[in-house]
Every structure is written in structure tokens, then in C-alpha cells.
Nanobody, 126 residues
Framework: VQLVESGGGLVQAGGSLRLSCVAS????????IGWFRQAPGKQREGVSC???????????WYDGSVTGRFTISRDGSKNMVFLQMNNLEVEDTAIYYC?????????????????WGQGTQVTVSA
């Protein structure tokens, strides 16, 4: 399992960024994929998750702090997961990671996030 994030950067509050996660080394369509973030001095927290389209209809989950501002999606033809982040806030500043299980678990409710990418830095200025 290999995950590589990109798309982070510096943006002003109210701006937008689109994060990408490229997956390889596993059957992408069989896995739920999640996004997490870790701000300086804070614990890592879940941001969003998208289930497999094949087995779980691509159901999505969002943390309450990002609901209505962030949108997760996946493209099976490219083995990619995206996180569209709109109306960014200073509090969204963190390193963002995508993650999945080490075995095929299609449902966000059951996945154990054991494989991680290297992360991409998102910085939101006031």
C-alpha cells in the first residue's frame, strides 16, 4: 500500500485548496480512504472518509468542523482521492494525510487506518 499526497500550500482565509492522494500497490476500488490532519501541538484528527463505490456506494463522512466546506471524492480510473477545501479558516492549518487499511475494507465505519502517506502542508493565513 502506497499513498502520496499533494496539493497543499499557503492560502488566505476564505480561500480554497484541492488536495490529491494517489494510491498504488492495492486494489483501490476495494478500500475506503480517509483524510486526516495534524496541527502543531495537537493530536491527529479525522477530517473525512469515502467508502468504496463497489461495495459501499461511496458513502462519505465528514468531521463537523469541515462539514459544508470540504468535499471528498474518488476517481477509480486514476486511483485517486481528492479533498476539495473551500472557505478555509486559520484553524484548518495542519499537515494533511490520506490513509487506508492494510487489507481491503470498503466501509469507512470498519476501516482501520494503518497505511499513511507522507502528508502535505496546508497553511491558512488570516
Amino acid at each position: 500500500v502506497q499513498l502520496v499526497e499533494s496539493g497543499g500550500g499557503l492560502v488566505q482565509a476564505g480561500g480554497s485548496l484541492r488536495l490529491s492522494c494517489v494510491a498504488s500497490g492495492f486494489n483501490f476500488d476495494e478500500y475506503a480512504i480517509g483524510w486526516f490532519r495534524q496541527a502543531p501541538g495537537k493530536q491527529r484528527e479525522g477530517v473525512s472518509c469515502i467508502s468504496s463505490f463497489t461495495h459501499s456506494d461511496g458513502r462519505t463522512w465528514y468531521d463537523g468542523s469541515v462539514t459544508g466546506r470540504f468535499t471528498i471524492s474518488r476517481d477509480g480510473s486514476k486511483n485517486m482521492v481528492f479533498l476539495q477545501m473551500n472557505n478555509l479558516e486559520v484553524e484548518d492549518t495542519a499537515i494533511y494525510y490520506c490513509s487506508t487499511d492494510n487489507s481491503p475494507v470498503p466501509d469507512c465505519d470498519r476501516v482501520e487506518f494503518a497505511s499513511w502517506g507522507q502528508g502535505t502542508q496546508v497553511t491558512v493565513s488570516a
